[in-house]
């Protein structure tokens, strides 16, 4: 039986999940890996800055410089901004693809963390050369979802949230599997499990945010990332981390 079969089948035959049971698991995963959360989040914004810098200085520079190169006939000239929002595309394009391989890095990180084995936090481990094509190429299918729900409102963008944040987590675990069939089986998985997972990130969510401001603020970097610990206990609930899944397999399935 092959790999995306195997996993569609352990979706299907699933258990009932326990709420407070994922929560508190979350909650004691989290004291084990606050610190690589945060630097997976100081990761993601050092990596941003630059792009920050290339995008606004020209437009921060010609308003100081010339301000009437901003306005044509007292209105604004949109032709200035035509290459701002194009680079920003492509920004946005940009952060998926880092944001998408820090946390399925992370996710990683977890299981070393949770089942207490060795191996080293490896945050760039799907950006080295046998993962960076799929990590891109997956990168740009949940960016192109995400764009799609969008232009359809807000409901869409509320269902792909769920199949979005499994897809990463199903990554990291069966990095050997096709961009596709990870998308089919994150589908899979969402659909099987949407409204506990969907509950788990917002309440996981709301109480980083809230925890972090009652930490003056800055403390949302650190708590932050207990946000995504729910989805991993998911996937490991349901499908588990047998044979067929171990994070070191590398397949020849490159598309």
């Not at 569609?8 to 326990?18: C, Y």
């Not at 499908?239 to 598309?255: R, S």
């Amino acid at each position: 039986m092959n790999t995306i079969n195997n996993l569609l089948e352990r979706i299907e035959q699933a258990k009932d999940l326990d709420f407070g049971d994922i929560f508190n698991k979350s909650i004691e995963l989290f004291k084990k890996v606050w610190l690589q959360g945060l630097l997976m989040l100081l990761l993601t914004i050092a990596f941003m800055i630059p792009f920050y810098i290339i995008m606004y200085l020209p437009l921060i520079a010609m308003g100081i410089l010339d301000p009437e190169t901003l306005q044509q006939g007292g209105q604004p000239n949109m032709a200035i901004f035509i290459p701002f929002y194009l680079f920003m595309i492509v920004f946005s394009f940009f952060a998926v693809v880092i944001t998408f391989g820090l946390k399925s890095a992370f996710y990683r990180i977890c299981k070393l963390k949770d089942l207490n084995e060795s191996g080293a936090d490896d945050y760039f481990y799907f950006f080295k050369k046998p993962h960076l094509r799929k990590t891109i190429k997956l990168a740009a299918m949940t960016f192109g979802i995400s764009l799609v729900a969008t232009l359809l409102c807000v409901l869409p963008i509320i269902y792909v949230m769920v199949p979005i944040a499994l897809i990463n987590v199903i990554y990291a675990f069966n990095p050997d599997m096709s961009p596709s069939d990870i998308v089919k089986v994150g589908f899979k998985l969402g659909n099987k499990k949407w409204l506990i997972t969907f509950g788990l990130i917002f309440v996981a969510g709301l109480l980083a945010q809230l925890v972090g401001i009652i930490m003056c603020f800055i403390g949302v970097f650190v708590t932050a990332a207990f946000a995504y610990l729910p989805v991993y206990f998911i996937y490991k609930e349901v499908v588990g981390f047998g044979e067929q899944t171990a994070i070191d397999q590398i397949g020849n399935t490159e598309e």
